[in-house]
């Protein structure tokens, strides 16, 4: 299981595909005055389109993510592709970083400067972290798994990574959306191993194997409110899930083979989920938007991607697990998808140290609120080093 180092490279005629694609796009028709209210706005994706066509350079951004240490490496039969940059100060505590959907490990970009060598950029040497990044399985440029069942493993396999590839017997982890629920795993297996654990959600899954197994009459106010809150907020912007979980091959078809279709899937969701007031641009240049949705094309992981929701979604609901005993911190940031109050995420967690609330910020935010992104795991780790 040893790490190869690795650079990305995406074939020119992937890129001159991707052009030809973007210049032949055939349009629909968008009701007048619909906005985003029946998806992606025409006139915005026109824009980001021609941009993407016109003035977005993918090598110039190629280049700049090729400055990261990035590395392969085989676990449990696949191919894991992760960054991994150490830190520049006294005994840094090794760090993954765990993303999501739609993202990418670009989401951590921003950070790992930050989280590596704090004293460059005002902070103290002794918080430096040695940060793992990797692209999940079937995400970016880590291999698309070509059997079932590997969602399961997850947990497993990036735990294999830390301590077998790269030798750490203990280390933190940090995550959101799928990212999050994969930490939680790895807590509940893996407790002699965690340090501690950062998320910025309570991880969808205790949601819905509560709503299956769990005791309502137990809940609190607050409780029922974020419940409520859940399915509303499924109800209104939940179908991509749905779908996702139940025929992700039906909609691949379109998306692998559209870029533009691809672009309006993913970035309907960074304007929904990301504290912009409805201008994306606000939290993301078209270069950071176009960077994630180039890779979902370049690698074609759309597809791979979309396994995690249907795996989980068809597996048996397990009983609701013991709580996390690891020391966990939570950091809540307003312009999430529906933020669960504290005593839910308790259910879950039994050592809750640190919980605090973001002024700002939405599901991206490593991507949106960087710099306390990072004050706050530097905070919430300092007294487990």
């Known amino acids: 299981m040893n790490a190869t180092p690795y650079k990305i490279n ?17 349009w629909t028709s968008e009701m007048p005055g619909a906005g985003w209210d029946t998806g992606t706005n025409l006139e915005y994706l026109q824009s980001l389109t021609q941009y993407w066509h016109d003035g977005f350079d993918w090598r110039k951004q190629e280049t700049t993510l090729n400055g990261f240490s990035q590395f392969h490496a085989a676990v449990d039969g696949l191919d894991i592709h992760f960054v991994h940059e150490r830190g520049k100060g006294d005994s840094p505590m090794p ?26 950029h005002g902070g103290d040497a002794s918080d430096a972290f040695d940060v793992i990044v990797p692209s999940l399985p079937g995400y970016g440029f880590s291999e698309r798994p070509t059997t079932p069942g590997v969602t399961m493993r997850v947990a497993d396999m990036l735990t294999k990574l830390v301590t077998e590839t790269l030798r750490y017997d203990r280390f933190a982890a940090a995550g959101g959306d799928i990212g999050s629920d994969i930490v939680q795993q790895m807590a509940t297996t893996y407790p002699d191993r965690l340090t501690g654990i950062h998320l910025t959600g309570v991880p969808y899954r205790n949601y819905s194997m509560f709503l299956k197994t769990g005791d309502m009459s137990q809940l609190s106010e607050p409780e029922h409110g974020y419940l409520k809150a ?19 091959q039906t909609l691949a078809y379109g998306l692998n083979d559209s870029p533009v279709g691809l672009a309006a899937w993913i970035v309907e969701k960074f304007r929904a989920w990301s504290d912009c007031d409805g201008d994306v641009e606000k939290r993301f240049s078209k270069d950071e938007l176009l960077t994630n949705i180039t890779i979902y094309w370049a690698t074609e992981t759309i597809n791979s991607a979309f396994r995690y929701y249907y795996e989980v979604a068809q597996s048996l609901p397990p009983p609701l697990p013991d709580p996390v005993v690891t020391p966990t911190g939570f950091t809540i940031f307003p312009k999430d ?12 967690f039994g050592n809750i140290t640190r919980w605090e609330s973001a002024p700002s910020g939405g599901h991206f935010a490593a991507m949106e609120e960087p710099e306390w992104f990072v004050q706050e795991i530097r905070a919430f780790f300092r007294p487990l080093r």
């Open 10 to 26: 995406v074939a020119q005629q992937v890129l001159d595909d991707l052009q030809t694609r973007l210049a032949n796009t055939r």
């Open 95 to 120: 760090l993954i970083l765990l993303h999501g959907f739609p993202d990418s490990f670009v989401r951590f970009a921003k950070v790992i400067p930050l989280l590596t060598d704090p004293a460059a």
């Open 230 to 248: 859940g399915q509303d907020w499924g109800m209104r912007e939940g179908a991509y899930a749905m779908l996702q979980s139940t025929k992700p």
């Open 337 to 348: 998808i529906t933020p669960a109050p504290r005593e839910w995420a308790a259910r879950f």
